[in-house]
């Protein structure tokens, strides 16, 4: 197996659920994550369809969203001491919570939570349990559903597992059914609980090919002129291949405003990486340039690297890491950092989730350094860049977006007032 897969029995913080080692009282554990409606649908879709979890014992979990899939498949293992639960997660920040919050059946052997430092597939995942029942979410897109369902069905081609993914109903379509079926014989929309419901496939077919890997080109401004970029999108990466138009609004104003830089030696960093598409421009636009990239999600990563990979930049120029936020980045590293960062939590808009983002760059650069940002145009975000970084300078904008730059104080501090 490969050798990331033993990460999946890491370190584990000392948390509330961590057994003592000393003489002092421990503290006490955690209480059980209580399942939201969309848990209830998919435990009960995988009952009517498969029967409840039980023996065999081990379970696969995707993207368990609240905790509760994890616990719920514990609970059900817990009098089978060979029994295994694998719960695997494409968010690095995630996973980590994971391995917090159940960080005794991690010790314990009951457990294995993948964690980094490198991603591991959720095929990989897999290989470490029988599992006769897989658990999850239904992901936002198409792409990571065949991803999701490919890989689950090439872990386990023989052993008739039970794949329940459930999802708010209103978020469902037949398109998911579809290609669910691309992998599986049967699949069945299960009961729905509240407003939620869950489809379960079952019976693998056999000789069932890799996730695709989606392919794209674009002609983007490189140091002025026109180059083509290639991208690559793999699973549930954003926007897939496609080149999204805050990114292009994004290198363009880089473009018009950085040129005087193309030979400096600077440190560059793109926070929520993506499909790579900046990563690629400011390799190429500043080949002296030392370029990190880096985002919460295992399948950006990989989609990154392969887009790197693909416009043949020099591997000593750039890294690509699965982290939350560039954690593990030492402070004052960066020169620039480029951001165009997520605004939706599944469908829904959630202006919050920039601010953790604004809060590493902030830590991230370097006094005098810069960030580079675009968002939507009807949500302002002047005050809290000025706040957080540092004196901000619209650069480019038109109905949909607008990018801004601001150079960071010599004091700012993340979350400081202004």
């Not at 939350?324 to 480029?338: F, G, I, M, N, T």
């Not at 920039?354 to 580079?372: F, M, S, T, Y």
């Amino acid at each position: 197996m490969p050798s990331t897969i033993d990460t999946m029995t890491t370190e584990q913080p000392v948390t509330a659920e961590t057994p003592a080692t000393g003489g002092a009282e421990s503290a006490p554990a955690p209480a059980t994550p209580a399942p939201d409606q969309t848990d209830r649908a998919i435990l009960a879709g995988l009952e009517q369809h498969d029967g409840p979890l039980g023996c065999p014992c081990d379970v696969l979990v995707i993207d368990d969203a609240t905790g509760a899939l994890t616990a719920a498949a514990l609970d059900a293992a817990a009098e089978h001491s060979d029994a295994v639960v694998v719960s695997w997660t494409s968010s690095y920040r995630r996973a980590h919570e994971l391995a917090a919050l159940f960080a005794r059946q991690i010790a314990d052997g009951r457990l294995r939570v993948p964690t980094g430092p490198e991603p591991v597939t959720l095929e990989e995942a897999a290989t470490q349990a029988e599992a006769h029942a897989v658990i999850g979410r239904l992901p936002a897109s198409l792409a990571a559903l065949d991803a999701i369902a490919r890989q689950v069905a090439r872990a386990y081609p023989e052993c008739g597992c039970a794949l329940a993914l459930g999802g708010r109903t209103k978020h469902m379509t037949p398109s998911q059914n579809a290609v669910l079926a691309e992998s599986f014989e049967i699949v069945d929309a299960a009961l729905g609980v509240a407003k939620s419901r869950a489809l379960v496939a079952q019976e693998a077919r056999t000789q069932i090919g890799p996730p695709a890997v989606a392919e794209h080109a674009i002609a983007i401004p490189v140091g002025g002129s026109e180059r083509t970029i290639a991208l690559r999108g793999i699973g549930g990466v954003f926007g897939s291949a496609a080149a999204d138009a805050g990114s292009l609004l994004l290198l363009t104003a880089l473009d018009e405003n950085l040129s005087d830089r193309a030979n400096a030696a600077l440190d560059v960093v793109d926070l929520g990486s993506g499909n790579g598409l900046l990563s690629a421009w400011a390799a190429a636009a500043m080949p002296s340039a030392r370029v990190l990239a880096t985002d919460d999600d295992a399948d950006a990563v990989v989609s990154t690297r392969a887009t790197l990979h693909a416009n043949a930049i020099d591997p000593q120029q750039w890294r690509a890491t699965w982290d939350d936020a560039a954690s593990r980045e030492p402070d004052a590293s960066a020169d620039l950092v480029l951001l165009n960062p997520p605004f939706h939590d599944g469908t829904a808009i959630d202006p919050t989730l920039v601010q953790g983002l604004l809060d590493a760059a902030a830590r991230l650069l370097r006094p005098g350094g810069e960030l580079w940002f675009v968002h939507n145009s009807h949500l302002r975000y002047r005050t809290e860049v000025e706040r957080r970084v540092g004196p901000v300078t619209q650069r480019a904008r038109d109905r949909r977006f607008t990018v801004l730059s601001a150079r960071r104080r010599a004091d700012t501090r993340p979350g400081a007032s202004r």
